[in-house]
C-alpha cells in the first residue's frame, strides 16, 4: 500500500539519526496548522497551513528582520566564527519534555532541578505555544510524533495525573492543554486526529518535500541554508567540531553539553533538491548485483496490465546508501539490521526476509546465481505498533534514556571538573591568590550602617553609601591616596543597594529602594540627572564601556545606554524572564556583549546582549536545591565562559556559561557559614559573611585558603575589591569603624 506522510516523516527521521531512544535526537515534525483561534477549520483552505518552504524562525517577517541584525552583528568571538541567525533549536531535551510534561513529569522536574517551570511558560494553550513559536526571539521549536498519533488518543495533552502545574498570571489553572476552539468534542483525541488529517492533507502532500528540505536536505547547510534563513548555532550541526582537538577543557566541557542539550540537527541524509510527491524515479543501478525475486516480477507485470487504471498518486523517495528506494515498491529490509532496529519494528520473520537460495532454486540454477551484496539494503518495510506498544516503548525508552544520560552527565561533569581545575592551573601563573588580608586603616565614613560600596580600577577613589531605618542615603566619596572625603551628599530618601564608580572616574551612578537610578557628578557633587528604572527597588548594577545593566526586585532585568552627561530615559531592552527578585547582576567588560543575572530563587540566566535592543535568553541555570538565595555572581573570565555565584547558604558555585551545569562547588570551613556578599577575579574569591568574617577561597584548589575579622566589625554588608585584588574594602552594618581597608 502507499506509504503515507506520517510514516515518511518517521523513517526519514529515523534513518537521519533520530530516535524515541533519545531525546537530544527525538524525532521532529513540523508544524502544519496555524490557526488556532477560529471556531471552524477548513482542510480545504490553504490560507490555514503554514509555509512549509521556510523554518519557523523565517515565517514572521519582522521577527525575521532581527535575527537578521544579530547575524550581521555577532562578533565572531562569540559564535566561534559561525555566524547563525537562530540561538535556539527546533528540537531540543527540553522542548521534548515541554510536550510531555503530563505522561513523564519526573523528567520535567529532574530537568527542572526538582521544580515546575513558571506556570506561563509551561505547555499549557496550542494558542499560546503557536503564538510563541511565531512572535518569540528565543522559540522556534518544531513538533513530534505524538501531535499527529491518533491511536494514542492524544493523552499527551490531558493532566491525567492531576498534576499541581501551578496558575498562570491570568488566574486560571494549568490542567489539560488548552485547544483550539475548531475542536468541537473539545477532546484531545478529536484534536490529534484533526492534525494528523492535515499532515495527510493534498496542500501538505504537495509541499512537504519543501520542509524536509530544510530539516534532512540540501537546505540544511551551507550556503542554501542562508539562503533559506535557516542557520543554526554551529554546534548543532554533525561534525562541526572535532571535540579531541579542542585543548580548552573548559570549551570542550561547554561544547559537549551544548551538543547535549541544547539541540542538534538531524543528519543529513539529501544532498539534492527532494521531490515533490507525485514524482517517481527509478532506482539506479549499482555496484551489487541483486538476485531478482520471481513474486517480484509477477507483481511487476500485472502492475503494468492494469496501469491505466491505478492510482497513481505519488510515491515517496529516499535515497538510502547512495540509492533511490520507492517505499512503496518494496517489502522487506534485506541487510539492514541496524536500519530495522533504529526504525522501533518488530523483528521481521524468515518469511518475510529475502532467501537467495529459494531465488535460485525458483530460476532453477543455484550456480549461476550472483552472490548479492548484504551491505546494500535493497527493500524496505515499515511496520507499525499498536498504541499500547507505543506508549509503554516510549515510557520505557525515555526512562532508560535519562537514566543513562545522567549517570553520563555526572561522570563527565567530574572529569570536567578535574581538567578545569588543571586549567585555572595555568592561568594562576600569571595571578596570585592572596593568602592572607592584613587590615590597613579604618575609615569613619557613616554614623549608619554602610549599603553599598565601589572602588574604581585603580584603588585611588572609594564611594560608599549608609542609611539608617527611617532616615535618608548619604554617599560619600573618599580619596583613597589623600586618606580624605571628598564628597557628602543626600541622594535618596531610601536605602540604596548598589553604587558604582565610571571608568573616567568623573561619576557615580547610585541604585536604591526608590526605584531609581541616580547619576551623581563628583565634579559638582550633585545628581545630574535620574530615572525611574523598575517597578520595585534597584537590587544590582553593573557597568561594561557605554552600557548599564540592572537588576531589581520586580524580577526585571534592563539594559541602558550611558551618555557622558547621564543616560537614556528608555531602556534599551526591558527583561521579564527570571521569577524571582533579582539579586545580582554582572556584565562582561569592556564590550557589553554578554551579561548575566541571578535570582533570589537561585535561577541564574545568561544574556546575549550583543544586539540590544534584541537582548535575549541564551541559557538559564540553577545553582540547585538547598543553597540558599543568590547574593552575588561574577563572570570569571574576560570570554565569559565561566560565572561564579555566591549564595546566602555559604556556597560558592561555579556554572558552565555554555551549558548552564554545575562544574563544581565550594564551601568554607565552617559549614555554618551565611555569605553577604563576594567578590572574584577567576583565580580567586572573596567572601563576607553575616559574622564580619573576611575568606579567601582558591578556585584552582577549590578550597578556602584564608580568613580574617576585625575585632570590633559587625556583619559585613557590602565589599569591593580594586582589578589587581592589592585592596580589599568592606562595609559593615556597626554605626562606626564601618569602612575597612584591608
Not at 513529569?105 to 496550542?126: I, T, V
Amino acid at each position: 500500500g502507499e506509504v503515507s506522510n506520517y510514516d515518511y516523516l518517521m523513517f526519514v527521521n529515523q534513518h537521519s539519526g533520530r530516535s524515541f531512544n533519545d531525546l537530544s535526537q527525538y524525532p521532529v515534525f513540523p508544524w502544519v496548522i496555524t490557526d488556532y483561534t477560529s471556531a471552524t477549520l477548513d482542510l480545504n483552505d490553504p490560507s490555514v497551513y503554514r509555509d512549509l518552504s521556510k523554518p519557523i524562525g523565517a515565517l514572521n517577517p519582522k521577527r525575521l528582520e532581527s535575527f537578521e541584525q544579530r547575524y550581521r552583528d555577532l562578533p565572531p568571538e562569540m559564535c566561534h566564527g559561525h555566524p547563525f541567525l537562530y540561538g535556539s533549536h527546533y528540537s531540543t531535551p527540553g522542548y521534548v519534555l515541554h510536550y510531555l510534561v503530563r505522561v513523564v513529569p519526573e523528567y520535567m522536574l529532574r530537568l527542572q532541578s526538582g521544580r515546575w517551570d513558571k506556570a506561563d511558560r509551561l505547555f499549557h494553550s496550542m494558542r499560546a505555544t503557536w503564538n510563541s513559536v511565531f512572535t518569540s526571539l528565543s522559540d522556534v521549536k518544531e513538533l513530534i510524533p505524538e501531535f499527529y498519533s491518533p491511536e494514542l488518543r492524544g493523552r499527551f495533552l490531558e493532566n491525567s495525573l492531576n498534576l499541581n502545574l501551578g496558575h498562570l498570571h491570568s488566574g486560571r489553572e494549568v490542567h489539560d492543554v488548552e485547544l483550539p476552539p475548531w475542536v468541537k468534542s473539545g477532546t484531545a483525541a478529536e484534536f490529534v486526529a484533526t492534525l494528523r488529517a492535515a499532515l495527510e492533507s493534498d496542500y501538505v502532500s504537495a509541499n512537504l518535500h519543501h520542509w524536509i528540505d530544510l530539516i534532512f536536505g540540501y537546505k540544511q547547510r551551507g550556503d542554501e541554508a542562508l539562503r533559506a534563513k535557516n542557520v543554526f548555532y554551529f554546534l548543532t550541526y554533525e561534525g562541526a567540531v572535532d571535540l579531541d582537538t579542542i585543548e580548552d577543557p573548559v570549551e570542550r566541557a561547554s561544547m559537549k553539553a551544548q551538543m547535549r542539550e541544547f539541540g542538534q540537527t538531524p543528519k543529513q541524509i539529501f544532498s539534492e533538491p527532494h521531490p515533490k510527491r507525485g514524482t517517481v524515479i527509478d532506482v539506479p543501478p549499482t555496484h551489487a548485483t541483486v538476485a531478482d525475486d520471481p513474486g517480484d516480477q509477477k507483481q511487476e507485470e500485472g502492475a503494468e496490465s492494469k496501469q491505466a487504471g491505478a492510482d497513481d498518486r505519488p510515491k515517496p523517495q529516499v535515497r538510502q546508501n547512495s540509492m533511490v528506494v520507492n517505499l512503496d515498491d518494496v517489502d522487506s529490509v534485506a541487510g539492514d539490521d541496524a536500519l530495522t532496529a533504529s526504525l522501533g519494528t518488530a523483528a521481521l520473520t524468515d518469511d518475510h526476509a529475502p532467501n537467495p537460495s529459494a531465488n535460485a532454486t525458483a530460476n532453477g540454477d543455484a550456480a549461476e546465481q550472483p552472490q548479492q551484496d548484504a551491505t546494500i539494503p535493497t527493500k524496505v518495510r515499515l511496520l507499525r505498533l499498536d498504541s499500547a506498544d507505543l506508549t509503554e516503548m516510549a515510557e520505557l525508552r525515555i526512562q532508560a534514556q535519562l537514566a543513562t544520560a545522567q549517570h553520563e552527565q555526572n561522570e563527565e561533569r567530574r572529569a570536567d571538573a578535574e581538567s578545569e581545575s588543571k586549567e585555572q592551573a595555568v592561568t594562576s601563573a600569571s595571578k596570585s591568590v592572596v593568602q592572607s588580608l592584613t587590615l590597613r586603616r579604618t575609615i569613619q565614613g557613616h554614623p549608619a550602617p554602610v549599603t553599598a560600596v565601589d572602588v574604581s580600577a585603580d584603588g585611588e577613589l572609594l564611594c560608599s553609601t549608609a542609611s539608617a531605618t527611617g532616615s535618608s542615603t548619604t554617599l560619600k566619596v573618599f580619596s583613597v591616596a589623600d586618606n580624605k572625603q571628598k564628597r557628602s551628599s543626600v541622594v535618596c530618601e531610601l536605602p540604596v543597594s548598589s553604587v558604582r564608580i565610571t571608568g573616567d572616574k568623573a561619576h557615580v551612578l547610585v541604585g536604591g529602594w526608590d526605584n531609581v537610578v541616580y547619576f551623581y557628578s563628583i565634579a559638582y557633587g550633585r545628581v545630574l540627572c535620574d530615572v525611574r528604572a523598575h517597578d520595585d527597588a534597584v537590587s544590582s548594577m553593573c557597568m561594561a564601556g557605554d552600557k548599564l545593566f540592572t537588576g531589581s526586585w520586580d524580577a526585571s532585568v534592563k539594559l541602558w545606554q550611558l551618555r557622558p552627561s547621564g543616560f537614556d530615559e528608555d531602556a534599551l531592552a526591558d527583561l521579564l524572564e527570571h521569577d524571582g527578585e533579582v539579586r545580582s547582576v554582572d556584565i562582561l567588560s569592556p564590550d557589553a556583549r554578554v551579561a548575566v543575572s541571578g535570582a533570589d530563587d537561585g535561577s541564574v540566566l545568561f544574556w546575549d546582549t550583543s544586539v540590544p535592543r534584541n537582548t535575549q535568553v541564551v541559557r538559564r541555570a540553577d545553582v540547585g536545591a538547598g543553597m540558599g538565595e543568590i547574593v552575588s555572581l561574577r563572570f570569571l573570565d574576560s570570554g565569559g565562559k565561566r560565572v561564579l555565584v555566591c549564595t546566602a547558604a555559604g556556597a560558592l558555585v561555579e556554572i558552565d556559561a555554555g551549558s548552564g551545569a554545575t562544574i563544581g562547588t565550594i564551601v568554607p570551613d565552617d559549614a555554618s557559614v551565611s555569605f553577604s556578599a563576594m567578590w572574584s577575579d577567576g583565580v580567586q574569591a572573596i567572601t563576607g559573611d553575616t559574622d564580619g568574617y573576611l575568606r579567601v577561597f582558591d578556585l584552582q584548589r577549590r578550597a578556602q585558603v584564608h580568613s580574617v575579622k576585625h575585632k570590633s566589625s559587625g556583619a559585613i554588608t557590602c565589599l569591593t575589591v580594586t582589578r589587581d585584588a592589592s585592596m580589599v574594602v568592606s562595609g559593615h552594618e556597626q554605626r562606626q569603624d564601618n569602612l575597612l581597608l584591608w
